[in-house]
């Protein structure tokens, strides 16, 4: 069965510091993809990133990048020089190949809090 | 503004009473899903449809019908729900895996159906 872990329940970090949202996985396949996504107070889930588990390549955007460890199922999203904007509850999300219809598992999510 | 539109954004109804919740998008996605969502918890996936066909039930109460009348509309039919079944409702599509060159391709989601029962 595949989990999802997002151990970090709640941070909060001063606008403008980084801020590392920490991401673990199991799985037995070995074909595999990650997501992240955004869920601001307005409640859409806003897709932020897509990662299969042949492609380890870190991805930067904007101020946002993602560490991708397959040695440790490890998906971590960093936010730099953080925003008030970024204020969002944070889910990562795995999806196996052979359920056919992208079924997801989310993590527990994490709300950040960016104060001002 | 999201792709994926869901309405009414707020329902509140009884126990007795039989409302639907819609959601269309106009994207081109063969896929479209119904998830709930609880406070402080992620979002659970209750049914999928591909080429509106019902694909996947997880094992859903029969107070909630499904329905896919073409690829750009899903609905979900509401009757005799209990107070538990207040929640976030969120829908989303996404391609078809097997429509595309390659991969699990992400879902975008709606706004979501804010239903309280009473």
């Known amino acids: 069965a595949q989990k999802v872990t997002q151990a970090q329940t709640e941070i909060s970090v001063v606008e403008k510091e980084d801020v590392t949202l920490d991401c673990v996985y199991e799985t037995r396949d070995t074909t595999y993809y990650l997501f992240w996504y955004k869920q601001p107070p307005s409640g859409e889930l806003v897709f932020l990133i897509r990662?299969?588990?042949?492609?380890?390549q870190n991805e930067i955007s904007g101020r946002y990048s993602w560490n991708f460890q397959k040695s440790t199922s490890s998906f971590n999203f960093t936010i730099t020089a953080s925003q008030v904007v970024d204020s969002a509850v944070y889910f990562c999300a795995l999806s196996e190949t052979n359920f056919g219809n992208e079924k997801l598992t989310f993590g527990t999510g994490t709300r950040l809090t960016i104060i001002p | 503004d999201t792709e994926v539109t869901q309405t009414p954004k707020h329902l509140v109804m009884g126990m007795t009473n039989k409302k639907s919740l819609k959601c269309e998008q106009h994207?081109?996605?063969?896929?479209m899903y119904w998830y709930k969502q609880k406070a402080k918890k992620p979002p659970e996936l209750m049914f999928v449809y591909s080429y509106e066909k019902l694909s996947i039930n997880e094992s859903v109460p029969s107070r909630f019908s499904p329905e896919c009348p073409n690829s750009s509309l899903l609905n979900l039919h509401l009757h005799a729900l209990q107070p538990e079944d207040s929640a976030l409702y969120l829908c989303?599509?996404?391609?078809?895996?097997?429509?595309?060159?390659?991969?699990?391709?992400?879902?975008?989601f709606g706004d979501g159906t804010r239903l309280s029962i009473l």
């Open positions: 994207m081109g996605h063969r896929a």
């Open positions: 990662r299969n588990s042949f492609d380890e």
């Open positions: 989303a599509s996404s391609q078809d895996k097997e429509t595309t060159a390659w991969g699990n391709q992400p879902q975008h």
